[in-house]
């Protein structure tokens, strides 16, 4: 999702979308789902080693799977009803969010993003370390981004809206506490300068083998966590090439995040996960394709920024959902970052 108000032009999608990884909540499992033949082939065993063992609790799953198959169906035109009425009829807490500006970044940030410090993985490394950052090893890392300020300023805007009687969609169905800042209708403005002007330099030269100069489209949520409500969130990979996650708050404990083996790398596991704490206005990049789980939180409440930026030019090449070579279907809004060939995504954050 990239777009201005005025110029809604066609995304895309991979037509996975529509039948792949399917999250059952219940049985921590992601599943496919193109009819009941195939599903019962490919799952039943499998929910029934994970506690599924009843004739009613596999009807219950199923009926599960069905109407997730039929919200992703409506998605699009669900999304795009919400997001114009968003632009119509919400009413911001604070109306600055809406365009980034250089208060809002952390001054160590500032330091970190100078020309002279980006000339070479190496200096920027070094620079962020001096900054306040970190380099976790398998290419994760974390430096302080926005000032304590922003944070609270976008916490505090996120739950005016929550509390709105505006509907809104679950960003995806692993969260189910989260809300879209694309659909909400803030990212446009607040992150495409973030991305374009602050992050891509960085991250071009942290990842260059995941289109981390290329990114050309983004979709950004925000995810909280509660102890009475979801407490954490299950291993999985990011739709995106490179993710970022920001910590918006502190009044929590636990909630760490665990990074694992890449997708489709196997034999590459490491023992030892990389675990990254949480801390109110740092950001953590990594590729998102690697593996990675939230720790349950023992106290408070954990509210984090996340934006899985995307790069058309590596996705295009093969759908990180399915696998395979994308089979692209338009959709009015909120595409994946898919194009047709040799075009880029409809709005570059470029
Ligand atoms: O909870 C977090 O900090 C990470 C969330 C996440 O990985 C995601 O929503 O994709
Ligand atoms: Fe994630």
Same mark, same amino acid.
């Given at each position: ?41 490919? /799952? ?9 063992? *009843? ?9 599960? @799977?069905?109407?997730? !198959? $039929? ?54 490394? !070094? *620079?962020?370390?001096?900054?306040? &950052?970190?380099?976790? &090893? ?18 505090? $805007? ?14 995806? *169905? ?5 809300? +879209? ?18 992050? !891509? ?11 981390? &100069?290329?990114?050309? +489209? /983004? ?7 509660? @102890? ?17 996650? @920001? ?19 196997? &034999? ?29 939180? +023992? ?7 996340? @934006?899985?930026?995307?790069? +058309? ?38």
């Amino acid at each position: 999702m990239c777009q201005t108000q005025a110029a809604l032009r066609a995304e895309y999608v991979c037509s996975c979308f529509f039948t792949r990884q399917i999250f059952i909540k219940k049985y921590g499992l992601h599943v496919t789902f193109e009819n009941e033949a195939q599903f019962e082939r490919e /799952f039943r065993q499998g929910l029934r080693f994970r506690g599924c063992s *009843t004739d009613k609790q596999y009807a219950d799953v199923l009926l599960e @799977v069905k109407a997730e !198959q $039929e919200r992703r169906k409506n998605y699009h035109t669900t999304f795009l009803s919400n997001y114009l009425r968003n632009q119509e009829s919400y009413s911001y807490v604070h109306p600055e969010l809406k365009q980034l500006q250089r208060k809002f970044l952390d001054a160590r940030f500032l330091d970190i993003s100078q020309d002279r410090n980006l000339q070479s993985p190496e200096t920027l490394l !070094q *620079t962020l370390t001096n900054n306040g &950052g970190f380099d976790h &090893g398998e290419q994760v890392y974390s430096f302080p981004l926005f000032t304590p300020e922003f944070c609270n300023h976008l916490a505090e $805007e996120i739950t005016h809206f929550r509390e709105s009687t505006l509907k809104r969609s679950l960003p995806n *169905t692993m969260n189910s506490e989260g809300v +879209s800042l694309d659909e909400m209708g803030l990212s446009y403005t607040l992150l495409t300068s973030l991305i374009q002007d602050y992050l !891509q330099p960085i991250t071009k030269l942290l990842f260059p083998a995941w289109g981390g &100069g290329t990114l050309d +489209s /983004f979709k950004s949520f925000v995810v909280c966590y509660e @102890v009475d409500k979801q407490q954490a969130l299950s291993k999985h990979f990011d739709n995106a090439e490179v993710s970022m996650s @920001v910590c918006l708050n502190s009044e929590f404990e636990g909630g760490d995040l665990q990074l694992g083996e890449m997708l489709g790398e196997a &034999g590459s596991q490491w023992l030892e996960p990389v675990q990254v704490k949480q801390k109110k206005g740092h950001c953590i990049l990594h590729r998102s394709r690697q593996f990675h789980s939230a720790d349950p939180i +023992s106290r408070g409440k954990r509210i984090n920024m996340i @934006v899985w930026m995307r790069s +058309s030019s590596v996705r295009n090449l093969i759908c990180p959902m399915c696998g395979q070579a994308p089979d692209i279907r338009e959709v009015p809004i909120a595409g994946d970052g898919f194009t047709p060939s040799n075009t880029t995504a409809a709005c570059a954050c470029v």
